[in-house]
């Protein structure tokens, strides 16, 4: 019987010019690298919109965005455009000129919070933490975006997205800011070095020697010369 199993070993494959060549859209060896964005963006909803004009309809769509930066900046927009790609675009440009800041503590709000907008009705309550995001429709997308973890909301009124989306955020905009708390340092107490001053040394001044009077004699007064006595008159 002959053997017809194959004992050869496996050759290598032989690399030629071609393999050895850099793939054509990566020029600088490193190729393109996605940019990371500022802003997460969260899609409310695609809508078709027509306009009624002399010439006929006009189909459009209208896309609204919220967008945030997850530590307590959120806004929204909203784009029309005849492609859905532009119009998402236009909607996060406009989501950037309304951007809305406010404190988050603890990965919640500070206090309650109830707001109302046209029909739509909603209030906000903190929550302990490991609660997670208890709310529905808009209000969840809109507190996600803006980093809250652990809250309770609840929606009344109208189902409409974007009325929900605004009347979240026009909650947001009442909250109060917390005041900053600055943290009280004790005084380190500090041991002043003990400096001793030596007395100056004081001088006895000698006393001035007492002017001696100059030794003047004393001039007796001159006697006076009695009256010389007239002489006796010769007798006659």
Do not use: C, Y
């Not at 809109?142 to 009325?163: E, H, M, S, W, Y």
């Not at 340092?185 to 001035?208: D, Q």
């Not at 100059?214 to 010389?228: E, R, S």
């Amino acid at each position: 019987m002959v053997d017809t199993t194959n004992t050869t070993a496996p050759t290598t494959p032989v690399k030629s010019q071609r393999d050895d060549r850099r793939p054509q859209g990566d020029k600088r060896g490193g190729g393109f690298k996605d940019v990371e964005k500022e802003f997460q963006e969260e899609l409310l909803g695609v809508d078709r919109v027509t306009r009624v004009t002399a010439g006929g309809r006009q189909l459009r769509f209208r896309a609204s965005v919220v967008i945030g930066n997850g530590k307590g900046t959120v806004g929204f927009g909203m784009g029309k455009a005849g492609e859905v790609v532009i119009a998402i675009e236009k909607a996060v440009r406009d989501a950037k000129k309304n951007l809305l800041t406010f404190n988050i503590i603890d990965g919640t709000i500070a206090h309650d919070l109830t707001a109302h907008f046209k029909a739509a009705n909603i209030f906000i309550h903190p929550a302990s933490k490991g609660t997670g995001l208890i709310a529905g429709g808009s209000a969840r997308k809109v507190f996600a975006v803006a980093g809250i973890k652990d809250i309770l909301a609840k929606q009344r009124g109208t189902n409409n997205p974007i009325t929900n989306a605004r009347v979240t955020i026009k909650a947001l905009a009442s909250l109060k800011k917390a005041p900053k708390v600055v943290a009280k340092v004790a005084p380190v107490a500090t041991v002043e070095p003990t400096v001793v001053v030596e007395a100056p040394k004081v001088v006895a001044a000698k006393a001035p020697a007492a002017k001696t009077a100059p030794k003047t004699a004393a001039k007796k007064p001159a006697a006076k010369k009695a009256p010389a006595t007239p002489k006796a008159k010769k007798a006659e």
